[in-house]
């Protein structure tokens, strides 16, 4: 077995499913080859290989199970590039992205038969992901609409790879998202090892499907997008996303699709800060609740210079377990107002008096000018979140108050 070999199958396979054939009897095992939407294209089992159940489901339904769909959606996020090698459903599979001159076509599936199967040489299983990426070019190239499902196209989107408006409109005109105006999209993180036990991923699109019609569930680097329209109601999402033990967080509204990759960035953004925050258990949010306190993440994250004075203040509290950076927070929240001050913090006149005037004597004499007032106020707000106090940043709202 050598490149020659494989190089002879391809020379004289006429089709992917002649090719698939050919290698998979090579190789003496399984193979399955997708489209980056999932979709089962072609497949081969080798006569002295029993189907198992999960492949025949797959194959009946012309799909990738959900929760296998996942781990490789997973890991395209890190290193598409790479091929790996993960544990499903007691069988060893080798998963490869195919790409042809740089953009992924989809993906090819080697599915160990026994614990005892002889791998091939890795070389050589790159060298057959590179013909069989050519041939499926060949089939499921421009002229027959490859990349052209409404999935692709929307992961396409939110990639970056339309440069202008008129180039997606042209590419979508073909798919539901011609004239696709939904109000909102959820962005789910699902629970880990969802198959071993026992919520089907097949369950969560079935059930999704027939619960919200329209919302074109699809996965994308690992996590559930559902697309939601006004008649969907959020109440039944959050059962939903309770039921499968879902982490969900509701975009903003969506005024132009076009705009989807920032949506999703920032819907993105929530979600990392809900799930690094100690929300184990499944929820249901919304991305505006927590707009402000991104934002200064992002803003920490990015190297914003805090005041130098405001910095003094913040250690000041760090050391002596103090309340200066909330007190000037405050105040200039409340445009200086002494009365609103003290009512906000629930603190005494006389303590808050002190407390601003040892922040203008010892820190920050200039900080009631005009000029300086947002930049100090933004840092301020800063220096409260890296002393733990997001929850100031953070809506009050509760799941009663969402709404599409």
């Not at 193979?31 to 072609?42: G, K, P, Q």
């Not at 396409?156 to 011609?178: M, V």
Request: proline share 4%; hydrophobic share 35%; aromatic share 10%.
């Amino acid at each position: 077995m050598d490149r020659q070999t494989l190089t002879d199958i391809f020379i004289n396979s006429p089709s992917l499913s002649e090719l698939i054939k050919n290698i998979g009897g090579l190789f003496g095992a399984p193979i399955l080859v997708t489209d980056d939407a999932f979709m089962i294209l072609s497949s081969f089992t080798p006569d002295t290989v029993p189907h198992s159940r999960e492949l025949k489901t797959a194959l009946n339904h012309s799909e990738l199970p959900f929760d296998l769909s996942s781990i490789i959606s997973a890991h395209t996020e890190t290193d598409a590039a790479v091929p790996f090698e993960c544990e499903y459903n007691g069988k060893t599979l080798r998963i490869s992205t195919l790409f042809y001159n740089g953009t992924s076509l989809g993906n090819m599936i080697l599915v160990y038969p026994n614990p005892d199967f002889e791998k091939p040489d890795e070389a050589l299983l790159s060298f057959a992901d590179s013909i069989v990426s050519k041939q499926l070019y060949g089939e499921y190239g421009k002229d027959s609409g490859f990349s052209g499902t409404a999935e692709q196209i929307l992961r396409e989107l939110i990639d970056g790879e339309f440069s202008d408006r008129q180039k997606f409109e042209l590419k979508a005109q073909s798919t539901y998202l011609s004239g696709f105006n939904p109000e909102r999209f959820a962005l789910c993180a699902l629970p880990q090892g969802a198959a071993s036990s026992g919520i089907g991923g097949e369950r969560i699109m079935q059930n999704l499907n027939s619960l919200f019609h329209g919302c074109h569930p699809f996965i994308y680097k690992g996590n559930l997008i559902i697309f939601l329209h006004k008649e969907h109601g959020i109440s039944k999402l959050c059962r939903f996303s309770e039921e499968y033990g879902l982490k969900t967080v509701i975009s903003e509204r969506i005024q132009d699709l076009f705009t989807l990759p920032q949506m999703y960035a920032f819907t993105k953004n929530a979600l990392n800060y809900l799930l690094s925050h100690g929300h184990y258990e499944s929820f249901t949010e919304q991305c505006e609740k927590y707009s402000l306190i991104i934002l200064l993440k992002e803003l920490e994250q990015n190297g914003f210079p805090m005041d130098p004075g405001v910095k003094k203040l913040y250690l000041a509290d760090k050391d002596a377990g103090t309340e200066l950076c909330l007190t000037l927070y405050t105040y200039i929240s409340c445009r200086h107002s002494l009365k609103e001050t003290c009512e906000k913090l629930f603190t005494h006149r006389n303590t808050v008096l002190y407390r601003i005037r040892k922040i203008k004597e010892e820190y920050i004499p200039d900080f009631d000018v005009p000029e300086n007032s947002f930049n100090i106020l933004l840092s301020a707000a800063l220096a409260l979140t890296k002393l733990g106090n997001d929850d100031l940043f953070i809506q009050k709202n509760s799941k009663g108050d969402i709404a599409l």
